[in-house]
Structure formats: C-alpha cells, structure tokens
C-alpha cells in the first residue's frame, strides 16, 4: 500500500473523514491491497450468508448467501494460490469478475461478475487512484444495469451500487482519499440497502411476489452494502 505522507497536494477538502489532513492518506489501490479487499468479501459473505439467505428466502429462493459463498470460494482458489501473479490491480478485478460468472448460476453471479469485469478493464496501470477507481466504479454500474436493466428503485443491487459510486466519486472530487471515499461509498450503500424495504421489486424473482415483495430488504442491494463495506474496512486497517 502506498501512503502520501503529506507530500504533494491533495490536502483540500480532506474533511472530517481525513482529520490528519493528508497524513496517512491512502491515494492508491494495489494489488495487495485489492486483493486483501477481496478476500474480506470472502469472509463477510461467510460470516452473513445466513442472514443473506435469509433476506432471499423472504421474497426469492433463498440461495443468495449460498451463491456468493460458492462464488467467492471460487474466487479466493483462483485468486489466492501462489501461482496467480497479476501485473494490475485490473487484472485481478477482471479474474474477480470472470470467477463469478462461470461460478454462480444465481441472477447475482453474472451481475456482480459483469461489475467486477467491468471495473477490472478500465484499470491499466499496476496501482489505481481515486480518479481511477472513480471512473471503473462508474463502469461496474454500467455493467450492472445494462445487464440487468434495473434502474434505482426498483429493488435491487442497484439501490445500493448507485448512491455508493455517487457518493465515492463525490468525496474523490471533493479531494478526499480512498479510505474517504470508501466509507463514503459504503455508508451510502447501506443506506440504500435499508431504503430497500419499503419498496415493491419491479426486477428479478422478488418481483413475481408483486405487493408482497414490500416490507423486506433487498439480498443483493445488502451485500452490496457488504461489498462496499469490505473495502472501506479493508483500507483502514492497512497502512
Ligand atoms: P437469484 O435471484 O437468481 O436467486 P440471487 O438470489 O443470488 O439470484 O440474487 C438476487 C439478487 O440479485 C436480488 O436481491 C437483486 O438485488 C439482484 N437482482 C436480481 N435481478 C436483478 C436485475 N435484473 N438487475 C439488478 N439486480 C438484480
Ligand atoms: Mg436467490
């Protein structure tokens, strides 16, 4: 992990999520990092696949923490053995991406794999930045949605995934640093994951139940708030 001990710029607008002001901060992503980032997700998802399962067998099938565990054990076999050497935090995010999809049969799969696909090829260079990470944040959610056509407040993943790229690339523009943006990013997805409840599915499995599907969280819009959780967390105990 890199850290920018004050050196250059970057210290405008660090805000009360960068106390130090630009001590300490954390400007890029590599690929230790990322890929720590990723087995953080392994072990979230295992930790609350009941509680994900759960979620789903309210108004799907009740397989979702079952699918991103199948998932992200695949993913930590490919990606976790000694004979895996990226040569970009891209790399591993495509290889993240390209896991899921052969692995998890479940609508969840292809989405969450198109996302990480997406983001892995819009980043080149070895390590990434804020502007970097920003823009491929943006691509996962392009994914997402041209895929699966959802659009915000129809009761899904997209819920969450939304207001989480808006609010990391506002704190990235604002010239805070990964770990800002980060816990930007999460906090806002599990915001959207909560305002999930109230809302009727119009997309996936939880829209055949129609009115029923109203009252219950969303199971992909959770873990996304996990996902995104997993990073913040991630950052902040590194560096
Ligand atoms: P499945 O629905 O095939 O059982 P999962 O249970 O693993 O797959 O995942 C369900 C989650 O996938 C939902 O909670 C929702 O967030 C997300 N999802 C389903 N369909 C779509 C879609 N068309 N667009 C975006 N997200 C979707
Ligand atoms: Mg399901």
Same mark, same amino acid.
């Given at each position: 992990?890199?850290?920018?001990? &004050? ?10 999520? !960068? ?20 087995h953080a997700v392994?072990?979230?998802? +295992?930790? #609350? ?19 991103? $565990?199948?998932? %992200? ?7 976790g053995g000694p004979?895996?050497?990226?040569? @970009?935090?891209? $790399? ?7 896991t899921l999809i ?22 080149? +260079? ?5 502007? $970097? ?34 609010? %990391?690339?506002? @704190?990235?523009?604002?010239?805070? !640093? ?21 809302? $009727?599915? #119009? ?18 819009? +959770?873990? +996304?708030?996990?996902? %995104? ?9 590194? &560096?």
């Amino acid at each position: 992990m890199n850290t920018d001990n &004050g050196g250059g710029g970057g210290s405008a607008g660090d805000g009360d999520r !960068d106390p130090a002001g630009g001590v300490n901060r954390v400007d890029t992503l590599d690929i230790a990092t990322a890929r720590a980032w990723i087995h953080a997700v392994a072990l979230a998802v +295992t930790a #609350r696949r009941d509680e994900l399962t759960e979620l789903d067998a309210a108004i799907g099938d009740a397989d979702h923490g079952a699918n991103l $565990q199948r998932g %992200f054990a695949a993913v930590e076999a490919v990606i976790g053995g000694p004979g895996y050497a990226p040569e @970009t935090v891209g $790399q591993l995010l495509t290889k993240v991406g390209m896991t899921l999809i052969s692995s998890v049969g479940g609508a969840s799969g292809p989405l969450y794999g198109s996302a990480f696909r997406a983001i892995g090829r819009s980043l080149t +260079t070895p390590e990434a930045d804020g502007d $970097q990470l920003s823009v491929a944040l943006h691509a996962g959610l392009d994914a997402v949605r041209a895929l699966g056509a959802a659009a915000a407040g129809d009761k899904t993943m997209v819920d969450a995934l939304t207001p989480a790229v808006a609010a %990391f690339d506002e @704190t990235v523009t604002a010239g805070g !640093d990964l770990r800002a943006a980060s816990r930007a990013a999460a906090d806002a997805a599990e915001a959207g994951a909560r305002a999930t409840t109230p809302l $009727q599915a #119009r997309k996936g499995r939880a829209s055949y139940l129609g009115e029923r599907s109203i009252g219950h969280q969303d199971p992909g819009a +959770t873990s +996304t708030a996990l996902i %995104f959780a997993a990073l913040a967390e991630t950052l902040e105990h590194h &560096g």
